[in-house]
Structures are given as C-alpha cells and as structure tokens.
C-alpha cells in the first residue's frame, strides 16, 4: 500500500534562509509525487508535482523539489524563505488503483522568524 | 472560474446528533474526493466519486458516514449519529479527468471543521 512519511513535524527558519522539507514515499511502480501547501483558514494550494521526465520540478512561489528513487524522497527546497511561506506543508503520493487515489502525509509546519 | 466551496465551515454539534457537509466541486470535474484530517494526524482518504457513482470507499470510517452525489454535481457528507472520535476537518476535492497523464490533480476546498462534543 501506499504511504508517505514527514518526519518532521515543524520546522523553524529564519527569514532569507533556505528551506529543505523531507518526504519519503512508499509504494510499488513509478509515483505521482505532489506538494501541497496549508494557509490558515486555506484549502491546500498545489505548489508542484512529479508525472515523469526531469526529477527536479518547479513549482510556484519560488519552489521546487527533487525526486530521488533510490532513496524514495520527494523534498521540497526553497533557497531562500519569506515570512509569508509560513503554513504548513503535505507532501502526497497518487497512484492508479481502480481509480486514482491521493494519499497524504502528516504535514510539517513551517515556521517564519524574523 | 469558482473554486470548491465547502460548508458550513465550522459545525459544533453534540454527540448523538446529525450533521450534513456540503461539497461543490468545480464545475465540470468529474471526480470528486472527501478526505478528512483528524487533529495533528495526516489527511486520510475517504471517498472519490467519479460523477455519481462511488468508484473507492474504501475510507469511510463505518457505516455512520454516507456520501451521496446525486446527479454528479454537489456532493453531500453525513454523519448519523456523530461521535466523538468524529471531530476533524473535512475536506473536499475535485479533479478533472486527465487521460494525458491518469493522474488527478486535486483542487481543495477550505475545510469543513467538525467538532462534536
């Protein structure tokens, strides 16, 4: 069965450094990869995903991740972070199982200090 | 264009009562998913719709959960009677269909937080 794992719970930078959160991934074939992204009082906002090709993908807000097989990870890296990426962070694996299903891990919430 | 909208976005109610979440997908998505979040846990599947019929309800927690989308519009999520352990926020999401790739990019809505006392 598919899982994701977050290990980190929170994480707190400071404003102008770079930002590396951890996902790794379980699951048989080749992964639909996702990030999500949390505001307060926010739907989760898709900031990138992995089909296939270059396993470095962009997203939006100046994101992006790199899919790594050998070690099933999926991290997402910022270089440098502004207050208003404080929010909490999904990473997700999808696959075709009948119909497609998503499936989410615990989150990690960032934290902004100035 | 609209987004999910989800309500109501917050529902107290106490244990034994019924509640009823709406779901309004974008228009012309054809599935349809319910997920819920449990405090500090991760966001667990619970259903996907692909217009009216159920195609996975694997997640439904037990039979006091009933997700219905009658003419594969708007999707409704009961809960007769609620308890405790039922506390969370429920999400909605909606997805075209996409041949390109099989994959479902998920559109959310806001939430809706149960609390049951």
């Known amino acids: 069965a598919q899982s994701v794992t977050q290990p980190d719970i929170h994480i707190t930078v400071s404003e102008g450094a770079s930002l590396e959160l951890r996902c790794n991934y379980s699951?048989?074939?080749?992964?639909?990869l996702f990030w999500y992204v949390q505001s307060p009082g926010q739907g989760l906002q898709l900031l990138l995903k992995?089909?296939?090709?270059?396993?470095l993908v962009q997203g939006i807000k100046g994101f992006e991740a790199e899919f790594k097989r050998s070690q099933s990870s999926f991290n997402l890296r910022k270089p440098s972070v502004h207050w208003s990426d404080a929010a909490e962070y999904f990473c997700?694996?999808?696959?075709?199982?009948?119909?497609?299903?998503?499936?989410f891990g615990a989150g990690t919430r960032l934290f902004v200090k100035a | 264009e609209a987004g999910v909208t989800q309500f109501p976005s917050h529902s107290v109610i106490e244990k034994g009562q019924t509640v009823t979440l709406r779901c309004d997908p974008i228009?012309?998505?054809?599935?349809l998913y319910w997920y819920r979040r449990v405090m500090g846990k991760e966001i667990k599947f619970l259903l996907h719709?692909?217009?009216?019929?159920?195609?996975?309800e694997s997640g439904m927690p037990n039979n006091r959960f009933l997700a219905e989308r009658t003419g594969g519009t708007y999707s409704t999520l009961k809960v007769q009677p609620a308890e405790l352990e039922d506390s969370g926020v429920y999400f909605c999401?909606?997805?075209?269909?996409?041949?390109?790739?099989?994959?479902?990019?998920?559109?959310f809505g806001a939430g809706s937080r149960l609390t049951v006392l």
């Open positions: 228009s012309g998505h054809d599935n």
């Open positions: 999401a909606s997805s075209p269909r996409d041949r390109a790739s099989g994959a479902n990019v998920l559109t």
């Open positions: 699951y048989g074939a080749t992964p639909y």
């Open positions: 997700a694996v999808g696959a075709n199982t009948g119909g497609f299903k998503t499936i």
């Open positions: 719709f692909v217009k009216e019929s159920k195609q996975d």
């Open positions: 992995y089909f296939s090709g270059d396993t």
